[in-house]
């Protein structure tokens, strides 16, 4: 008599999982080709909410702001990696998320540029966007409706940041890392949606991850740290970010490593651009870093202000005169703590702005 043999469906696919992981394994060995196999899926929802945020002393300011917060979550990444989007438009204009910095290989309608790839995504309605992360480095992602409003001056963008397969020796050392995300406000406009940016308007605040000084954050470190900053310029101005009492060197221009990196004071960090620079921390004190375009120091002419932080190294005593003596600090103001969490989508609550109500949210 033959026995019948059953085996249970949950170790068939078990088995069938092994076998599949030691072939894949096999085959990096053999090829030394580890992309593919090591892709990962990553599936995020992003919304697009109408809040208003508090740029400035006097600036409360409407935005655009994906996950109801500017800037927008920290969304990280390793090569290779698969992504999906979904995002959803909770606001009452269209809008699009272009991935700025990948590529599209191959996936072209991914892109998110209005009547170029795709139609703008109404109020009210989804879309998913689906694309691998074929370049590493220092990303991001922001609108392409209307951008000179919607990206310009109402907050439509956030940081995205793909660690490479391959670090060089400097990037293993980073102990600290922060993200700078430049841009530029318009008090004329800052509760009227669907206005502004445009050639003759001019802009009268100025900010780092879309606050300025005093609302801006200091920087802690200790001797010893080695900082890596990521510069973004999510706005339509350059900034000259001015470091104080360090050298900052430039390893990456808008994500790609240079051959020759080197050191600057000042980084000039214009619209779309990103600059990675490293600096050893060895010069204990309080140092400022600002934008030396002087007018970017100013909230709507008043001194002082615009994107302004301050290295504070740990043991320097405050005086009572310090400007940041009383400062409730934030650690994870330039993301510096979602970035020694790993991989995935980093909201930030203090960067949430309060829910602009229906029957409100027009001039
Ligand atoms: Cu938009």
Same mark, same amino acid.
């Given at each position: 008599?033959?026995?019948?043999?059953?085996?249970?469906?949950?170790?068939?696919?078990?088995?069938?999982?092994?076998?599949? &992981?030691?072939?894949?394994?096999?085959?990096?060995? &053999?090829?030394?080709? *580890?992309?593919?196999?090591?892709?990962?899926?990553?599936?995020?929802?992003?919304?697009?909410?109408?809040?208003?945020?508090?740029?400035?002393?006097?600036?409360?300011?409407?935005?655009?702001?994906?996950?109801?917060?500017?800037?927008?979550?920290?969304?990280? &990444?390793?090569?290779?990696?698969?992504?999906?989007?979904?995002?959803?438009?909770?606001?009452?204009?269209?809008?699009?998320?272009?991935?700025?910095?990948?590529?599209?290989?191959?996936?072209?309608?991914?892109?998110?540029?209005?009547?170029?790839?795709?139609?703008?995504?109404?109020?009210?309605?989804?879309?998913? *966007?689906?694309?691998?992360?074929?370049?590493?480095?220092?990303?991001?992602?922001?609108?392409?409706?209307?951008?000179?409003?919607?990206?310009?001056?109402?907050?439509?963008?956030?940081?995205?940041?793909?660690?490479? @397969?391959?670090?060089?020796?400097?990037? +293993?050392?980073?102990?600290?890392?922060?993200?700078?995300?430049?841009?530029?406000?318009?008090?004329?406009?800052?509760?009227? *949606?669907?206005?502004?940016?445009?050639?003759?308007?001019?802009?009268?605040?100025?900010?780092?991850?879309?606050?300025?000084?005093?609302?801006?954050?200091?920087?802690?470190?200790?001797?010893?740290?080695?900082?890596?900053?990521?510069?973004?310029?999510?706005?339509?101005?350059?900034?000259?970010?001015h470091m104080h009492g360090h050298d900052m060197l430039i390893t990456h221009k808008d994500g790609y490593p240079l051959t020759s990196p080197y050191y600057v004071d000042t980084v000039p960090v214009g619209?779309?651009?990103?600059?990675?620079?490293?600096? +050893?921390?060895?010069?204990?004190?309080?140092?400022?870093?600002?934008?030396?375009?002087? +007018?970017?120091?100013?909230?709507?002419?008043?001194?002082?202000?615009?994107?302004?932080?301050?290295?504070? *190294?740990?043991?320097? +005593?405050?005086?009572?005169?310090?400007?940041?003596?009383? @400062?409730?600090?934030?650690?994870n103001f330039f993301y510096s703590v979602s970035l020694t969490q790993g991989y995935g989508l980093f909201n930030s609550a203090p960067f949430m702005g309060k829910i602009v109500e229906q029957g409100k949210r027009r001039r």
């Amino acid at each position: 008599m033959i026995r019948k043999m059953t085996i249970p469906i949950n170790t068939l696919r078990a088995s069938t999982v092994a076998r599949n &992981l030691i072939n894949t394994l096999t085959f990096c060995f &053999l090829t030394g080709v *580890y992309t593919s196999s090591w892709a990962e899926q990553r599936e995020f929802n992003l919304s697009i909410d109408e809040v208003s945020i508090e740029a400035a002393p006097g600036l409360t300011n409407k935005v655009f702001a994906f996950n109801g917060q500017v800037p927008g979550p920290l969304i990280r &990444l390793k090569e290779g990696d698969d992504v999906m989007v979904h995002v959803a438009n909770n606001t009452t204009l269209p809008h699009t998320v272009h991935w700025h910095g990948v590529n599209q290989t191959g996936s072209w309608q991914q892109d998110g540029v209005p009547s170029i790839t795709q139609e703008a995504i109404q109020p009210g309605e989804s879309y998913t *966007y689906k694309f691998n992360v074929d370049r590493p480095g220092s990303l991001w992602y922001h609108c392409h409706v209307n951008v000179w409003e919607h990206v310009a001056i109402r907050g439509m963008w956030g940081p995205m940041i793909v660690d490479p @397969k391959n670090p060089s020796a400097l990037e +293993k050392e980073v102990t600290l890392d922060a993200i700078l995300m430049m841009s530029t406000w318009q008090s004329p406009y800052a509760n009227v *949606y669907g206005k502004g940016g445009n050639p003759q308007d001019v802009s009268d605040y100025f900010s780092v991850n879309a606050r300025s000084f005093p609302f801006t954050q200091p920087i802690r470190v200790k001797k010893g740290d080695v900082l890596r900053m990521r510069f973004i310029g999510a706005g339509d101005e350059t900034h000259q970010m001015h470091m104080h009492g360090h050298d900052m060197l430039i390893t990456h221009k808008d994500g790609y490593p240079l051959t020759s990196p080197y050191y600057v004071d000042t980084v000039p960090v214009g619209p779309g651009e990103r600059y990675d620079v490293i600096v +050893k921390m060895n010069n204990p004190g309080l140092f400022i870093m600002h934008d030396h375009v002087d +007018k970017h120091m100013t909230n709507n002419g008043a001194s002082m202000g615009g994107p302004v932080t301050v290295f504070e *190294y740990e043991g320097i +005593k405050m005086n009572d005169w310090y400007a940041w003596k009383s @400062k409730v600090y934030d650690p994870n103001f330039f993301y510096s703590v979602s970035l020694t969490q790993g991989y995935g989508l980093f909201n930030s609550a203090p960067f949430m702005g309060k829910i602009v109500e229906q029957g409100k949210r027009r001039r």
